[in-house]
T-cell receptor
Framework: EPEVTQTPSHQVTQMGQEVILRCVPI?????FYWYRQILGQKVEFLVS????????KSEIFDDQFSVERPDGSNFTLKIRSTKLEDSAMYFC?????????????FGSGTRLTVV | AQSVTQLGSHVSVSEGALVLLRCNYS??????LFWYVQYPNQGLQLLLK??????LVKGINGFEAEFKKSETSFHLTKPSAHMSDAAEYFC????????????FGTGTKLQVIP
């Protein structure tokens, strides 16, 4: 069964450093997403991406965040200057278009720890 | 805007007993509804989803959920709990059209007592 692949599974970074979280969506999917789950809390939507541009973003997704699909296969989330409160599990997801949301699939996540 | 409310952040059941996890939704348009399970330190696994076909939806691992429009509910059930069902369960909602963002509930941790 096709999978969404996220790397690395765990990343530790110092406060103020830039991090890039990487995702390889399912190959024929058109919509891409990032979600965040702070430890012990619910999963929160960050951003959706379609046709090489952001289609929707939450209030969490401020100027410190950016997304990119650099080469037609990877989908990345960049945090420019990490803060302690950015520590969380970050999930990538991808889906087909269509009314039944076929194939909406989450990756296994990257746990980001900011120290 | 759509939202879901999960009643009970922690639920304990005995092994072999009925599992009932409650979820109520709010949406101004017909919703899509989901249940996801998350085992410790793992990702999100889709248990089942409702997309306006049959109101009783059967999922993996013996779970099912019934969409009740009159009650705006989508409760998750399993007739007989197994130790391996211990996990956190998230109800979630999305809507047709748009860019299909999924809005999650706060989660319910299921404990199964031997």
């Amino acid at each position: 069964e096709p999978e969404v692949t996220q790397t690395p599974s765990h990343q530790v970074t110092q406060m103020g450093q830039e991090v890039i979280l990487r995702c390889v969506p399912i190959s024929n999917h058109l919509y891409f997403y990032w979600y965040r789950q702070i430890l012990g809390q619910k999963v929160e939507f960050l951003v959706s991406f379609y046709n090489n541009e952001i289609s929707e973003k939450s209030e969490i997704f401020d100027d410190q965040f950016s997304v990119e699909r650099p080469d037609g296969s990877n989908f990345t989330l960049k945090i420019r200057s990490t803060k302690l409160e950015d520590s969380a599990m970050y999930f990538c997801a991808s889906s087909n278009s269509g009314p039944l949301m076929r194939g909406y699939t989450f990756g296994s996540g990257t746990r980001l720890t900011v120290v | 805007a759509q939202s879901v409310t999960q009643l009970g952040s922690h639920v304990s059941v005995s092994e072999g007993a009925l599992v009932l996890l409650r979820c109520n939704y709010s949406s101004s348009v017909p919703p899509y509804l989901f249940w996801y399970v998350q085992y410790p330190n793992q990702g999100l696994q889709l248990l089942l989803k409702y997309t306006s076909a049959a109101t009783l939806v059967k999922g993996i691992n013996g779970f099912e959920a019934e969409f009740k429009k009159s009650e705006t509910s989508f409760h998750l059930t399993k007739p007989s709990a197994h130790m391996s069902d211990a996990a956190e369960y998230f109800c979630a909602v999305s809507v047709q059209g748009g860019y299909q963002k999924v809005t999650f509930g706060t989660g319910t941790k299921l404990q199964v007592i031997p």
